[in-house]
Every structure is written in C-alpha cells, then in structure tokens.
C-alpha cells in the first residue's frame, strides 16, 4: 500500500467489483443472528441522504408466515416476466450472462419463502407533493438507494449474500397490508439475506467505463 492510499485497494476494489446478486448461492439452512443485520444496517445509516433527511425505514422480516405471504406476492407482482424474460434470453443469446441472470431470478422467485431474512428498506415520501417531478423522485430514490448498497456491501464483507430485489412492489398495497406500511411510506426494495454458499464471486462483465462516460459534455 502506498503512503497516499487511505485504504487496502485489493480489499476495497475486491468488495466493489465482486458483491453481486447472489441467488441460487444463499444458504437456506444456515440461520443468520440479528446481531449481524443490526450491525450491516447501523454501517448503511452512514449513507447520504437528500437535505440530511434521513426518512428511511427498514423492516426486517423472519417469521415463516410472512415470508411465505411475501413470496406469494413477488410470484404474483412477476407472473410471467421472469419465464418469458428466460426463455427470450435463452433463444436469442444462448447460455449468456442475460441468460443466467433469468434463471438465477426465476430460483429466488420459486424459493424466496426459504431465504431466512427478508429486509425491506423504506423511505419516508409524505413530503412529495401530488404528481411531484422528475428531481423529487430523484431525491427519494437517492435517499435510499445508497444506504441498500452500504447494507449489501457490508453483508458481503460479513459473508452473507443478497439481491436487490422490487417485484413484489407490484403487489403494493397487500404488501402495505401485510406488514403494517403506515400512509406516507413506501417500500422500495426487497433484499432476501443469508450467508453465501463459498464466498468467491467475481466481477460482473461490464462494457468499459470510456464507452458510457461524456467528458465536459455529451
Ligand atoms: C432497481 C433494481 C431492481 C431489481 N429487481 C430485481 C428483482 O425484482 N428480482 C431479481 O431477482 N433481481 C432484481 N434486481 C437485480 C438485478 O437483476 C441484478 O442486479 C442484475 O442481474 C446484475 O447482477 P449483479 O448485481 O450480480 O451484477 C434488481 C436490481 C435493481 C438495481
């Protein structure tokens, strides 16, 4: 490590390039302690948040009863987005990473109920105004979104996996219903946690960032 690097490059680019969403690599069997979601959430609570507002809420679910209920209505939200997306995939591309991808989707869609954690990140929305713009749902979203990433990458580093996951935000209200969503907070995510099956993954393939990246202008 060189004197004017703050932190162990290997370590931190390792974490950044290879926490992935791990699916068909959870661990069903392995009970995951409270200790270890509290101490990943307490690390995503360092995240930015828009005008330091911090309205964000986690619901952090185990009970068996719920998970199934919760699993139903992601199948529901999915119906057949996750197949036909698989079979597009699999006709036009082959066994290619979009591929995976889908079938990887469609063995959490089947098995979520089994996953021994389900984390639900909400954030507060009962500022917005009616039919707010574009920059308010840039603000809500991004007040949220960088706390779900610190808590994956904090599971990561404990050896536990997750996925970003938001099909069952299609069945909205019943998941309101469900778990008690007060008025003026909305889910946005799902992340199903466990501890990985082996806890090497690599880096995703990517096209280069000069491809996508504008210099002073568009
Ligand atoms: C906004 C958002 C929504 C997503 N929703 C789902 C989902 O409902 N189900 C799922 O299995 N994966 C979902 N994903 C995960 C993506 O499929 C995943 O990030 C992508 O396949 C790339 O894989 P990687 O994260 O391992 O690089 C979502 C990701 C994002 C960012």
């Known amino acids: 490590m060189d004197s004017m690097t703050v932190f162990d490059l290997s370590v931190t680019d390792a974490l950044l390039s290879t926490t992935r969403a791990v ?91 089994d996953v021994p954690v389900h984390v639900i990140p909400c954030i507060s929305v009962d500022h917005l105004e009616e039919n707010p713009p574009r920059a308010a749902w840039a603000g809500v979203m991004g007040s949220i979104f960088p706390a779900i990433w610190s808590f994956q990458l904090a599971l990561r580093s404990r050896g536990l996996g997750s996925a970003l996951t938001t099909l069952h935000l299609r069945c909205e209200d019943e998941a309101n219903q469900l778990l008690g969503v007060p008025d003026g907070v909305m889910q946005v995510a799902l992340l199903p946690v466990a501890y990985t099956i082996g806890t090497d993954f690599k880096p995703a393939k990517r096209p280069p960032a000069s491809e996508i990246t504008h210099w002073e202008q568009w």
Do not use: H, M
């Not at 360092?46 to 679910?61: D, E, F, H, L, M």
């Not at 597009?88 to 098995?111: K, P």
């Open 23 to 113: 699916r068909k690599r959870l661990d069903l069997e392995r009970p995951v302690p409270r200790q270890i979601i509290n101490e990943c959430l307490d690390l995503s609570l360092q995240a930015p948040t828009g005008s330091n507002r911090q309205g964000w809420s986690w619901i952090v679910v185990t009970d068996a009863e719920k998970r199934a209920a919760l699993a139903d209505l992601y199948r529901k939200g999915a119906g057949t987005y996750l197949q036909d997306a698989e079979q597009e995939s699999a006709a036009q591309n082959g066994e290619s990473q979009d591929t995976r991808v889908f079938s990887s989707a469609l063995y959490l869609a089947e098995r979520l109920q």
